[in-house]
């Protein structure tokens, strides 16, 4: 059974600062898609990653893809407040039906 | 612009009642999906429809139907609600071959009191 975790479940950083989000998921799969959901609001896709090795920047973003590790990284760069949001991490299965991770609610302080 | 829309933002209602929830799409797409979204725990697959009058159970059915009559509608039935259906659901809709490509609603904030 394939599981999606996300480390951290809370992130609170300081604007300017850097961090990054973890995705890890139990077993293979080559698709791998980030989310972001404001307050109140409907989810956005924010990054596809469709190969091993696979990077995609936007902004201060950048997401990248280790099929082998089974492992995706959602890199925030010189964080600003713009950017607090929950982000959503979600595996694709071989049903084509995403399997979503719990989430990292990012709150960035000024 | 393209939508999915969900008829109501929030919703209460008493245990034991049928409680549906509508989910509108503009986009002609053929994939349709219920989620539940609660903290810690992400979003679940309720329940999919991959065509008109098709349905397939998702991650956790249990509690819940769903009707599919027209393409563009899809919507989630709770028979008699429950306490612990108290959450916010999520519709979204993908097209017939880019099924990952969700499209999502705004959701509906289900309370069950």
């Known amino acids: 059974e394939l599981k999606v975790e996300q480390n951290p479940l809370f992130l609170s950083m300081q604007e300017g600062k850097n961090y990054t989000i973890y995705c890890n998921y139990s077993?293979?799969?080559?698709?791998l898609y980030w989310y972001r959901q404001d307050p109140g609001k409907s989810l956005e896709s924010l990054f596809v990653?469709?190969?091993?090795?696979a990077v995609k920047q936007e902004g201060r973003l950048m997401a990248s893809l280790d099929t082998k590790a089974r492992l995706s990284t959602l890199h925030i760069t010189a964080a600003v407040h713009d950017l607090s949001a929950t982000y959503f991490c979600a595996v694709g299965r071989p049903t084509n039906k995403l399997i979503f991770g719990t989430g990292t609610l990012l709150a960035v302080q000024p | 612009d393209v939508k999915v829309t969900q008829s109501s933002r929030y919703l209460v209602k008493r245990t034991g009642e049928k409680v549906f929830l509508e989910c509108v799409q503009d986009?002609?797409?053929?994939?349709m999906f219920w989620y539940r979204q609660d903290p810690g725990l992400g979003l679940r697959l309720i329940y999919f429809s991959y065509d008109v009058k098709m349905k397939e159970k998702g991650d956790i059915p249990e509690g819940y139907s769903v009707s599919r009559e027209k393409k563009e509608r899809f919507s989630l039935i709770l028979e008699s609600a429950s306490t612990n259906q108290t959450s916010m659901y999520l519709c979204?809709?993908?097209?017939?071959?880019?099924?990952?490509?969700?499209?999502f609603g705004s959701g509906t904030q289900l309370s069950v009191l």
């Open positions: 990653l469709l190969s091993n090795g």
């Open positions: 077993t293979t799969s080559d698709r």
């Open positions: 979204a809709s993908s097209p017939q071959y880019q099924a990952e490509k969700l499209f």
């Open positions: 986009m002609d797409h053929e994939n």
